[in-house]
Structure formats: structure tokens, C-alpha cells
């Protein structure tokens, strides 16, 4: 009896991280999707003229402002405006 009530309650947290999985999945692609990269562009420029064109500087900044990005997305950007 007790092996059948572990594999339900098993089964159970199995489907509820598989949904909360989807959920943040779901969550980030709307983020992505409200985000303008042109504005973006267009901040990174600001700081890389603030900081007299230093990159680690300029994305530390960037990634700051847009907390979502992450650094591979930064330094793709910074090499785009290079």
C-alpha cells in the first residue's frame, strides 16, 4: 500500500515540474518577445560612449539595465556595434 501511495505522490511532483517547466518556458518567450533589441542597441551604444568604448564596462551596464539578457546575448550585441 505505502509503494503505491510514493509512485502517486511521485507521479504528482513528476506532472506539477513538468507544468511549472512549461510555465517558465512560456515566460520567457513572452519576455524575449516584449524586448527591443533596437532599444537595446541603442543603450549599449550610449554606454560604450560613456565608458570610453570599454567593453566589459559597457556590457556589465547593459546587462544591468536588461537583468534578462544574458552574457552571450551581450557580447553579441557589443560585436554588432563594433
Do not use: F
Request: net charge positive.
Amino acid at each position: 500500500m505505502s509503494t503505491i501511495i510514493i509512485w502517486v505522490i511521485g507521479a504528482g511532483l513528476l506532472l506539477m515540474n513538468i507544468a511549472l517547466r512549461t510555465e517558465v518556458l512560456q515566460l520567457k518567450a513572452h519576455l524575449k518577445a516584449l524586448r527591443n533589441p533596437k532599444e537595446q542597441m541603442d543603450y549599449l551604444r550610449q554606454q560604450a560612449k560613456l565608458s570610453q568604448n570599454n567593453k566589459m564596462a559597457s556590457i556589465k551596464a547593459l546587462r544591468k539595465q536588461y537583468p534578462e539578457m544574458s552574457l552571450i546575448e551581450a557580447n553579441n550585441l557589443w560585436q554588432q556595434i563594433q
